[in-house]
């Protein structure tokens, strides 16, 4: 499966974007989706987790009560709006795809190219 990551930018402290996760090659519904993101300098970070069928759903510590991650299967689309952004939510952020419902990267064997969001206060 191939995915393609959207809808970042620039966005000012308190404000929303919508992350738009698209995949290629059919069967989403096959995968555990889950978002990560990577700040300058620091480690690739798990965001969040949706399960194939989207009734589980996990999320990090930093983004638990302001993000919401969902899936349309039909439409081979995964989605996280941010709400309440702040400039520590800068990142590039990432989709991938599982076998297994997780928090690790190692554990994800598909990546999108990433999108970058850029929060200014």
């Known amino acids: 499966v191939q995915l393609q990551a959207s809808g970042g930018g620039l966005v000012q402290a308190g404000g929303s974007l919508r992350l738009t996760c698209a995949a290629s090659?059919?069967?989403?519904?096959?995968?555990?989706m889950g978002w990560f993101r990577q700040a300058p300098g620091k480690e690739r970070d798990f965001v969040a987790a949706i399960s194939r069928s989207g009734d589980s759903i996990y999320y990090g510590d930093s983004v638990k009560g302001r993000f919401a991650t969902s899936r349309d299967n039909a439409r081979n689309t995964v989605y996280l709006q941010m709400n309440s952004l702040n400039v520590e939510d800068t990142a590039i952020y990432y989709c991938?795809?599982?076998?297994?419902?997780?928090?690790?990267?190692?554990?994800?064997?598909?990546w999108g190219q990433g999108t970058e969001v850029t929060v200014s206060s």
């Open positions: 090659g059919g069967g989403l519904s096959r995968y555990i």
């Open positions: 991938a795809a599982s076998r297994s419902l997780n928090v690790l990267t190692s554990q994800y064997d598909y």
